[in-house]
């Protein structure tokens, strides 16, 4: 037998075996390959004025955030079968803030309640929204409708020695607090209220330095710190995700913020909500303690909870519920680094983006459960809810802000320029729950039964200028191509000025002036987006190829376009007066599906830049029976009077006739001229 060393250490088989089973289980961290994490800019930062955005952002603010509201409080004429029904059968219309003042007038048990359950929810993720657009367009007139508000929530909750608030429940089920007693917090919503409130408060102190809804926020916190959490504690994970990332932020603001605690008047130890927040991720799939005890209900892949979140391999279940989830797992992996999170995060967005994400970024196939469906299942008539998109949204820019690599702000970018601008109207008061990629009409309501989607609108607008750019210790990041301006600080010395002006995403012209207070050394790296690279999707889910190429000029001199994790980077003494001019190849170009996507083979789709685009019946009397050839000669126009501005793409397409021209528009725009069919993927010519 062969003699060891002195010093070198035996490892049995078996041992050796159980290490890596360690590893793999997450209960021995690993090197965090990959992790370099990024700061957002805060919105106080950015300031948007660009031709795209900017006409968008400024019927949002005057007027869709405003619908929103008014439509919360009843202020609305039914225009679906179901709310006219019960508007015939009540005499009225839902009105969610006579909840509150129900509740504030000492009324329990009564029965009755306006809305779901989660019309609570709605609101504060509204007001999170509004309070979000406040910083970017200051609005007295919108700050005091806030303020009336969270006069009415405050006085309900003032009603309970707990600082217990969810109107639903004590409407209607006052015994069943967290869905528990025979209760169900699936339909209940009580945590997710709960965080949506956490939310609201803080981003409306944020942007207005006003502490009575945090406050609120800080009472409900603490009583579900309370309630909820390890032993002796209740064992409950969120039935709706969301919860976790609200109060890991608040943990992190009087963590940031220590004197902030002395000003309110309810104590304040943000390690409880860290610990929460950890619970109820780390708690999915567990559903008793080890010795039997504190047994729960679950509601399993529905809500994430089928398995420990670290050993699931798949992103599952209610798309809104997943990613939230999902988006909240990348959040705490940015705070704690710890390597399970870091892994469990890739694997969701890789499997979410890799097999089960839609041309346009939405999410979710499957109506039933509003879920995702299997790998590859991809149908043209899928759910799409506006909510599931703008939450993936959320997660990849989380992921950016985990690993600084580009790949996560692309996919963030085809959920903005498409699925979520499908889920408003031109005039901003009209909104979309689904979003297939073919339909007979694309009729938008005024009103739902369930209107999630506009809150959830509001409140990726309010802080979309904080994605534009980003920082670390010595650099820059350039995520989205807006037209903005924005102050930073680099190497925590130098303040920097840059000016951001763009034509995209109609052409990809993009200037960007760098102005230092004084001459200084860093670096600035700008995204260049996966289909200028002739990668359209980072696992080849979707293909595409374009003709032209990227350019990249710093004070009229070409450098290179070295591109390392989805940047070109440019590093050099920056001084007043100089500038980047950058210019992405934004053309049309057919994309073409992976061949294990069934649901769409033999199809292609249309794109220009990060727009995908529909035909659309209005445009086609005879929209069946084109064919399209995969080699088509494309053409791109800018139509001023369409749609508020946009490009068009145009070619020759076949027919039972004989060649026919076609016209494309961007699949966001179907809709907005009336009722008619339209479809993403057009059958190829066999």
């Not at 700050?143 to 639903?168: M, V, W």
């Not at 995702?372 to 506006?386: I, K, M, N, R």
């Not at 509001?458 to 990041?477: E, F, Q, S, T, V």
Request: proline share 6%.
């Amino acid at each position: 037998m062969m003699k060891i060393p002195a010093g070198i250490l035996v490892i049995k088989p078996l041992l050796l075996l159980t290490f890596f089973l360690l590893i793999l289980s997450g209960q021995v961290k690993s090197q965090n390959r990959g992790i370099h994490i990024i700061e957002p800019l805060g919105l106080e930062q950015v300031r948007i004025e660009d031709g795209f955005w900017g006409p968008k952002l400024k019927i949002w603010n005057n007027h869709t955030v405003y619908d929103v509201l008014d439509k919360l409080e009843g202020k609305y004429e039914p225009d679906r079968e179901d709310i006219v029904k019960e508007k015939e059968k009540t005499g009225r219309t839902r009105n969610a803030f006579l909840n509150f003042d129900l509740v504030a007038q000492g009324k329990k048990n009564i029965g009755s309640s306006d809305g779901p359950p989660w019309y609570d929810g709605l609101v504060y993720e509204s007001i999170r929204g509004a309070a979000d657009l406040l910083v970017e367009y200051p609005d007295p007139v919108l700050e005091k409708k806030l303020d009336g508000y969270i006069d009415r929530i405050a006085a309900a909750q003032a009603t309970d020695p707990d600082g217990y608030i969810n109107t639903y429940t004590t409407l209607n089920r006052p015994d069943q607090r967290w869905g528990l007693n025979g209760g169900d917090d699936r339909w209940q919503h009580d945590v997710y209220n709960a965080g949506m409130l956490a939310e609201a408060g803080l981003h409306y102190y944020k942007a207005t330095g006003k502490l009575k809804l945090l406050e609120a926020a800080v009472k409900m916190s603490n009583y579900m710190c309370r309630e909820l959490g390890p032993a002796p504690r209740k064992n409950l994970v969120p039935a709706h995700a969301g919860p976790e990332e609200a109060l890991l932020k608040l943990y992190q603001l009087f963590r940031d913020q220590p004197g902030l605690k002395k000003r309110l008047q309810v104590p304040v130890n943000e390690n409880d909500y860290y610990t929460l927040v950890k619970y109820w991720i780390e708690h999915r799939g567990v559903y008793a303690d080890a010795d039997g005890s504190r047994k729960r209900q679950s509601y399993g892949s529905y809500n994430q909870d089928h398995l420990p979140v670290f050993e699931q391999q798949t992103i599952e279940g209610h798309a809104v519920r997943a990613t939230l989830l999902a988006t909240a797992i990348a959040a705490t992996a940015v705070e704690n680094k710890d390597e399970r999170y870091i892994r469990t995060a890739n694997i969701y967005w890789d499997n979410m983006v890799g097999k089960r994400m839609f041309i346009t970024g939405g999410q979710g196939a499957i109506a039933d459960d509003e879920k995702f469906g299997a790998d590859y299942f991809l149908p043209e008539s899928a759910y799409l809810e506006t909510c599931a998109a703008i939450g993936s949204g959320f997660f990849s820019q989380r992921m950016n802000q985990l690993e600084a690599d580009g790949k996560y702000m692309d996919e963030f970018e085809r959920v903005i320029y498409n699925n979520m601008l499908s889920g408003v109207s031109q005039t901003g008061d009209h909104y979309h729950y689904e979003n297939p990629l073919a339909g007979t009409d694309n009729r938008r309501w005024a009103w739902h039964s369930c209107p999630c989607c506009p809150p959830m609108f509001l409140k990726m607008i309010g802080a979309l200028p904080g994605y534009i750019y980003a920082r670390d210790k010595d650099n820059l990041y350039v995520n989205l191509f807006i037209g903005s301006e924005a102050r930073v600080r680099i190497n925590k010395k130098t303040d920097v000025l840059l000016r951001q002006r763009t034509g995209y995403p109609w052409n990809g012209n993009v200037m960007i002036e760098v102005a230092p207070a004084v001459t200084t050394e860093f670096g600035i790296k700008i995204r260049i987006p996966g289909w200028a690279q002739r990668k359209e999707n980072p696992f080849d889910l979707y293909r595409s190829q374009i003709r032209g190429s990227v350019s990249l000029k710093v004070n009229d001199e070409q450098v290179p376009v070295n591109i390392v994790n989805g940047y070109a980077s440019v590093s050099r003494k920056w001084k007043k007066g100089d500038k980047i001019e950058l210019v992405l190849p934004v053309e049309p170009r057919i994309v073409l599906p992976n061949e294990k996507i069934k649901t769409v083979a033999g199809k292609m789709a249309l794109a220009s830049g990060p727009v995908i685009y529909s035909i659309e019946g209005i445009d086609h009397a005879n929209l069946n029976e084109l064919t399209f050839d995969s080699g088509i000669p494309l053409n791109v126009v800018f139509k001023p009077e369409l749609v508020g501005g946009i490009n068009v793409i145009s070619g020759k397409a076949s027919s039972k006739s004989g060649p026919v021209a076609f016209t494309a528009i961007p699949f966001y725009a179907v809709g907005n001229r009336g009722e008619a069919p339209f479809k993403v993927w057009l059958p190829v010519d066999k």
